[in-house]
């Protein structure tokens, strides 16, 4: 009678810790390493915006943050097929993504920025890329923001998994485009001769991509009530602030 006393207690005790355990399971992240400043690796230590603040989210909701590294375009493939919990990469909130994933309240608000070679006179601003080779990430929502444009059919738009900086200071493409925030820090950071072409010409907002799954909206939510609280308690804010020297976490 003891003996069955004492497994039914212990059955008690492990339904009830077992919440806790789950809670305790990592939140797998991914992330492609190759978006400097958000996510780049130096000295084999994977730093940047996107990694302080994930790790931050996963301190505010208690569970430990593992960090999946793969090339952008494969990304969101490793959260289809539930590798990965969501992907910090400066996902660009589209109608297109909307279709096939919920996203979590935007932790960036940015621009979309044409970037060329340092004294290139013919490339004033998006309008100029007519006629022209323009690079952007593969998988990237670039593309697709210049295949909206009016002449995009003259546009030869080329894609890259990395060094898209690279081969426009080398001229080897007229010129890229990313979000303004990286390019102004790669055009502060990186011994290239280049230049910003003139303002944004989209609005982008960028957010955490999960499954349309209980699981993902239960993640999504958890996410968002840890972004909120570290938003009002200013943690978002210098965290942003510690990288670019400007909030960009708001509107």
């Known amino acids: 009678m003891k003996t069955l006393l004492i497994n039914m207690l212990l059955m008690i005790s492990l339904v009830a810790s077992a919440p806790l355990l789950a809670q305790e399971d990592p939140l797998k992240v991914g ?8 996510t780049f690796v130096e000295q084999d230590k994977l730093k940047g915006f996107d990694v ?8 505010e909701l208690g569970r430990e943050i593992q960090f999946e590294t793969a090339n952008f375009s494969g990304l969101m ?10 992907v910090a990469n400066q996902i660009t909130i589209t109608e297109e993504r909307k279709k096939a994933y919920i996203f979590s309240e935007p932790y960036v ?16 601003g998006v309008e100029d890329l007519k006629g022209k080779t323009v ?3 593969l998988g990237s929502n670039f593309a697709e923001l210049l295949r909206e444009l009016p002449y995009s059919d003259q546009i030869d738009i080329k894609t890259y998994e990395s060094n898209l900086e690279r081969d426009t200071a ?7 485009v990313m979000d303004r925030v990286s390019a102004s820090q790669i055009i502060k950071e990186k011994p290239l001769p280049l230049e910003l072409a003139g303002p944004t010409f989209s609005q982008i907002t960028n957010a955490y991509p999960f499954r ?3 699981a993902g909206r239960e993640l ?12 009002d308690k200013g943690e978002l804010k210098t965290i942003s602030e510690k990288w670019f020297g400007t909030d960009i976490t708001r509107p």
Not at 77 to 86: A, K
Not at 109 to 124: P, S
């Open 212 to 214: 349309d799954t209980e």
């Open 52 to 59: 302080d603040v994930m790790k931050a989210i996963g301190k």
């Open 109 to 124: 608000y940015d621009g979309a920025q044409v970037v060329t070679k340092e004294g290139n006179t013919e490339i004033q």
């Open 31 to 38: 992330m492609s390493g190759q978006y400097f400043p958000f």
């Open 135 to 137: 690079a952007v990430n």
């Open 77 to 86: 493939g490793m959260l289809e097929s539930g590798r990965i919990d969501t």
């Open 170 to 176: 080398l001229g080897r493409v007229d010129a890229f």
């Open 220 to 231: 999504r939510d958890q996410v968002n009530e840890a972004l909120a609280a570290l938003r």
